[in-house]
C-alpha cells in the first residue's frame, strides 16, 4: 500500500476512534486518613499514577516540626498544603484548614504524627479508647476529585444471587486451605468436605465500582460459612472466613481468583476488614483507597483496580499488636 494511503488510513482511525477524556487537574496531590478527632494522618503522595509513602510512619526517630511552615515538603509529596478537601464515608465532603503537626496515639498504643485540622465531627467521639479508632473519611489535597464506591445492598436480588456464583471457587479454596494447615500443623477440620458444602456461605459486605473499562466492575467482598460449635468451642464455633476481589462483565462473573480463605473462630482473630474511602484517578488509572483493621493490626493501602486484576501500590501499616507499644 502507499505511504500517501496509509498515512490516510490511519488519520481516518486516529478521527473516528474515540479518545479517552483527561481529567481536568494536574494529577499531584496527597491522601490522608480523617479521624474523628478531626487529626489527618497522610499515608500516600500522587503524581499521575506514580505513588508513594513519604510520610514518617513513626516518630522516635525524626525530629518533630513545630509549625506546618516545618512540616518537610518531601514528606507529603507536594508542596505542603494548607487546604485539603475532606470526602466523609456519609457521601458529604467538607473543606479542611490544616493547623499545626500534632503527635497522637494510634493502634494499639503506636505514637504517630498527624495534622490537626479544623474539622468537628457530627459524630461523637468514642468514651473509651476503642481500636481501631473511627475514621469519618479521607482527606485529599490538590484538585484531584475523589469518587465513593458503591456499597451494594443487602436484600438486593445481585446480593442474594452472588454466594451460589462464588461457591465452587469457595470449595475449592476451603479444602486447599484444610489440606495446607493438615499438612503444616496435623490439626483437622472436624468436619468432613461433604458436610462443609452443606452449610451456606453468607455475604457480610460487597464494595463495587467500575473498572475503568466498558462493562467491567471491580468488587471487593467479605463472605462467611459457619460451623455449629462443638461442645469443645465452647459456644464459638469454626468458621471459614472469605475476601478477596472479583470482577464481572456486564453482571456476570468473569473471575474470582483473587479470593482468600480464612479458618477460623467466631472470634475472627486475625481477619482483616475492609473500610473503603474512595476511588480516584489522577492520570490514566483508577486507585481504590481504603482502611483494612482487626484485632491486631490496622493497614491503609492503594489499589490499582483494571478489568480483571488488581495491583496494590501502596500497603501502609498504621499498627499492629506485634512488636509492643513504641
Known amino acids: 500500500m502507499p505511504f500517501k494511503a496509509v498515512s490516510l488510513l490511519l488519520l481516518a482511525l486516529v478521527t473516528v476512534m474515540p479518545l479517552q477524556p483527561q481529567p481536568d487537574h494536574d494529577g499531584r496531590g496527597a491522601v490522608a486518613i480523617l479521624r474523628r478527632d478531626g487529626v489527618l494522618f497522610p499515608f500516600a503522595a500522587f503524581n499521575r499514577d506514580n505513588w508513594r509513602t513519604s510520610w514518617p510512619v513513626g516518630i522516635s526517630e525524626v525530629e518533630l516540626p ?5 512540616v518537610p515538603e518531601r514528606w507529603l509529596g507536594t508542596p505542603t498544603p494548607k487546604q485539603w478537601r475532606g470526602y466523609l464515608t456519609t457521601g458529604e465532603s467538607v473543606d479542611l484548614e490544616l493547623r499545626a503537626p500534632i503527635p497522637f496515639i494510634a493502634y494499639y498504643c503506636r505514637r504517630r504524627l498527624g495534622l490537626s485540622t479544623t474539622y468537628t465531627s457530627p459524630s461523637p467521639l468514642p468514651p473509651v479508647p476503642v481500636e481501631p479508632f473511627p475514621k469519618d473519611g479521607l482527606a485529599v489535597s490538590g484538585s484531584v476529585p475523589l469518587e465513593r ?10 446480593w442474594e444471587a452472588l454466594p451460589a456464583s462464588l461457591q ?10 484444610v489440606a495446607g494447615v493438615r499438612i503444616n500443623s496435623g490439626w483437622r477440620h472436624p468436619f468432613t468436605k461433604e458436610q462443609r458444602r452443606k452449610h451456606p456461605i453468607r455475604l457480610e459486605s460487597w464494595y463495587r465500582s467500575p473498572s475503568g473499562e466498558p462493562g467491567w466492575t471491580v468488587s471487593y467482598i467479605e463472605a462467611v460459612r459457619v460451623y455449629p460449635p462443638r461442645p469443645e468451642d465452647k459456644g464459638c464455633g469454626l468458621e471459614t472466613f472469605i475476601s478477596g476481589w472479583i470482577h464481572h462483565q456486564n453482571g456476570v462473573l468473569k473471575r474470582s481468583e483473587e479470593l482468600r480463605v480464612k479458618l477460623t473462630y467466631c472470634d475472627r482473630v486475625g481477619a482483616m ?3 473503603p474511602m474512595g476511588r480516584i484517578r489522577p492520570r490514566e488509572r483508577w486507585y481504590w483507597i481504603f482502611q483494612m483493621s482487626g484485632w491486631d ?3 491503609y493501602d492503594v489499589v490499582e483496580v483494571g478489568r480483571e486484576k488488581t495491583r496494590y501500590v ?3 501499616l498504621f499498627g499492629g499488636r506485634i512488636g509492643g507499644c513504641r
Open 66 to 70: 513545630v509549625s506546618l511552615d516545618d
Open 149 to 158: 464506591i458503591e456499597s451494594v445492598s443487602p436484600g438486593s436480588a445481585e
Open 168 to 177: 465452587k471457587d469457595v470449595d475449592t479454596l476451603e479444602d486447599d486451605t
Open 273 to 275: 476488614y475492609m473500610l
Open 297 to 299: 493490626s490496622e493497614w
Open 314 to 316: 501502596i500497603e501502609a
